[in-house]
Nanobody, 122 residues
Framework: QVQLVESGGGSVQEGGSLRLSCAAS????????MGWFRQAPGKEREGVAD???????TYTNSVKGRFTISRDNVKNILSLEMNSLKVEDTAMYYC????????????????WGQGTQVTVSS
């Protein structure tokens, strides 16, 4: 059974930084696309950033220039470096992966992590 386990969430002041990690129970090289989603209370889940197997990256506009996604296909870890955090970044963050599909606009993951909470206060 595939497992994606997130870590690194927490509470920070606005302007602070956090680094999220997602450890996979198998080789992530088999995942054509991996990404981070988030869901704030009362809001729909949204894609934050995604990365193709060979490194093509997409960010949602609200995090461009502040967040950096990366994947280590040897250590089997997906990461999200988050800088200059804003109150509106507060959400549960989920790691996700898909085996066969590219990172299209509305890609549907095969696997999800359990989530890690990020809370940014002013």
């Amino acid at each position: 059974q595939v497992q994606l386990v997130e870590s690194g969430g927490g509470s920070v002041q606005e302007g602070g930084s956090l680094r999220l990690s997602c450890a996979a129970s198998e080789y992530i090289y088999r995942y054509k696309c991996m990404g981070w989603f988030r869901q704030a209370p009362g809001k729909e889940r949204e894609g934050v950033a995604d990365i193709e197997r060979y490194g093509i990256i997409t960010y949602t506009n609200s995090v461009k220039g502040r967040f950096t996604i990366s994947r280590d296909n040897v250590k089997n870890i997906l990461s999200l470096e988050m800088n200059s955090l804003k109150v509106e970044d507060t959400a549960m963050y989920y790691c996700a992966a898909v085996v066969m599909s590219s990172c299209t606009k509305n890609w549907v993951p095969d696997y999800w992590g359990q989530g890690t909470q990020v809370t940014v206060s002013s």
